[in-house]
């Protein structure tokens, strides 16, 4: 399963956490907004880009600013 493994200090700032236990562990889905623009399902459309790249990546680096 995708999740998170490390954050920095704006990502805590981003979503209001204090700490990076808060978002150590979860999956983006679970800090993205319910639907994206396009309409789908957040979880929904992670899925289907981690099919077809052949699956969740082993790192990923979200950047929040």
Known sequence: QM?????????????????KDALLGQHPADLSPPTQPCGQDSRTLANQFYAVAGGPPSIIRAVAM
């Open 3 to 19: 999740q998170l493994v490390d954050c920095n200090s704006a990502a805590l700032r981003f979503h209001g956490c204090e700490r």
